[in-house]
């Protein structure tokens, strides 16, 4: 979020994504056009220079065969987004699901692809070419395998954008479900208790019994101190990730036990099947976490301050509402942008939500999710965005990662308790805004959540706990002051933060001070 900017920079995005310029946004077409899709290893290539040279890959500024070669290698699945003809005032109306204008040009944009791949495929239906449905953002999920589709989708004046949904690099071979191994490659290690934590180093014991991380310290962010004024009642925050595990009783039946009261929690889904050229296929997903990464980011942010001995949350108090959009943190496949999409409309459809938080991204953009970012930030929502953490395939690739650089978002990474250097696999850059003490330089412990079962904590770093804590704190101020904007709300936490009066090109604001952000009026 560039809040001295943000109103002007924000006008300027969306009438430039709403007017067509194709000299401006399309690489030169070769001449004569390729017939054969580019490879996996040069797409990837093509997407990893792009990332090294400028830190990013925009799929409107590839060229209409780049495009078509992401799809065939992998799941067919474009996403196209689409506007009037005429009339558009540089922004996505409330209501374009209903609007006449917006439904018509829905109709024609969706006409025209069939009519295209019908040329190649005369026994194409529309059941068959939408891959998934959306009611809401004025966007269709299409199944393309013509490069002359791209092509005139890219030559009318009713589109606005068309990406292939299921392509990053290094992605697995499976579009349909990553395994084992890729889940685990890409930020899922199941969450399961930490052994040998110490007592009074490693964590403090409060007086009902739970466990403090020893990153709520009072020196790192005034967290404890913080609680004396607030602890995040009559807030909700929303997190999108891979769900809360059903096994987890603090965050189910005894979500509301000792200080903790007088609070709900929701687990949804949002994740879509997968399809097959249209075609749904297995099994309705459920909110149930797969990964472990859901879980402890809900623990990190707002788990019970209870009497069964686990640790608690950043806002213990505040309501919570977990979704699962995705297989892992990693955003590589179709259903995962559509389900991460869908999430952010949810949320921007709930007045009741006030905080997104999200610890999961991707290396190259995606305009639909960014039309649904821009969809709940125009309803009010703080949106917390994860600044990167590192696999060891993609170190040292970009800074901030998508979509934690857009304006809309606040980017927040990690970093150690020397207070100046970043955690090992965290990603930092001039788009951070907030740093959240995550990792100890003597013994890399990482901060206390929640496991998948059990009291027992478990441990999790990176820019994702950093995120869901930052979430947690914004929780805290919000609940003290509930009658603020979210501008003022972050007007409180930058003048509550170590680099206030100079931001860091790394760190940004840097660390909040959340008990002087719930005790100290910001002019």
């Given amino acids: 979020m560039r809040t001295p900017t943000l109103s002007a920079a924000l006008a300027v995005l969306l009438l430039a994504s709403c007017q067509h310029q194709p000299d401006e946004q399309l690489a030169p077409q070769p001449t004569p056009d390729p017939t054969e899709a580019l490879s996996t290893q040069q797409l990837d290539a093509q997407i990893m220079s792009d990332l090294r040279e400028t830190g990013r890959f925009d799929w409107n500024q590839a060229s209409a065969h780049v495009v078509w070669s992401a799809l065939t290698r992998s799941d067919y699945v474009l ?14 109306p409330a209501d374009a699901a209903s609007n006449p204008a917006w439904q018509q040009a829905r109709a024609q944009v969706l006409a025209l692809i069939l009519a295209e791949e019908q040329k ?85 014991v409060l007086p009902n019994g739970s466990k403090s991380s020893w990153n709520q310290a009072d020196v790192y962010h005034g967290m404890r101190a913080a609680w004396s004024q607030s602890t995040g009642q009559g807030v909700k925050v929303l997190i999108i990730d891979t769900g809360c595990s059903s096994g987890q009783e603090n965050l189910g039946s005894a979500f509301n036990q000792g200080l903790s009261s007088g609070r709900t929690i929701e687990r ?49 108090n505040a309501s919570l509402i977990t979704v699962r959009a995705a297989e892992d943190v990693f955003l590589d496949g179709s259903r995962e942008v559509k389900g991460v999409s869908d999430a952010y409309v949810l949320a921007g459809n709930r007045a009741d939500v006030r905080i997104i938080s999200m610890s999961m991204g991707r290396l190259t953009s995606s305009s639909q999710m960014t039309d649904a970012i821009r969809y709940a930030y125009n309803r009010g929502k703080l949106i917390f965005c994860a600044a990167g953490t590192s696999f060891d395939w993609s170190a040292g690739l970009v800074s901030v990662i998508y979509p934690a650089t857009l304006p809309e978002a606040v980017a927040v990474t990690g970093v150690k308790d020397n207070l100046t250097t970043r955690c090992d696999e965290c990603h930092v850059g001039a788009d951070v805004e907030f740093a959240v003490v995550m990792q100890r330089t003597s013994n890399d412990l990482r901060a206390l959540s929640l496991a998948m079962t059990g ?25 003290r002051y509930p009658t603020e904007t979210r501008a003022q709300i972050m007007s409180r936490l930058v003048a509550a933060s170590s680099n206030r009066n100079a931001r860091s090109s790394s760190f940004g604001w840097g660390r909040v001070n959340v008990a002087a952000a719930v005790g100290t009026l910001v002019n």
């Fill in 120 to 204: 190649a495929h005369p026994d194409l239906t529309l059941e068959k070419l939408v891959a998934y449905q959306e009611n809401v953002l004025p966007v269709l999920d299409v199944t393309v395998r013509e490069l002359s589709t791209i092509k005139a989708l890219r030559a009318s004046r009713l589109v606005r954008y068309a990406e292939p949904m299921g392509y990053e690099p290094n992605r697995p071979a499976s579009t349909a479900s990553k395994g084992t191994a890729g889940l685990t490659s890409s930020g899922c290690d199941n969450n399961t208790a930490t052994p040998n934590l110490v007592a009074g180093s490693d964590y403090t």
């Fill in 455 to 479: 009291d027992a904590p478990s441990t999790v770093g990176g820019s994702s706990v950093a995120t869901a804590s930052m979430a947690g704190m914004a929780a805290l101020v919000w609940a």
């Fill in 79 to 92: 996403s196209v987004g689409y506007q009037p003809a005429a009339g558009c005032a540089g922004t996505i």
């Fill in 268 to 316: 949804l889904v949002t994740l879509p099947r997968a399809t097959v050229f249209g075609i749904p296929y297995g099994a309705a997903e459920t909110p149930d976490d797969g990964c472990g990464h859901g879980t402890s980011m809900a623990g990190a942010c707002a788990a019970p301050r209870g009497t069964d001995g686990a640790s608690v949350g950043v806002a213990y």
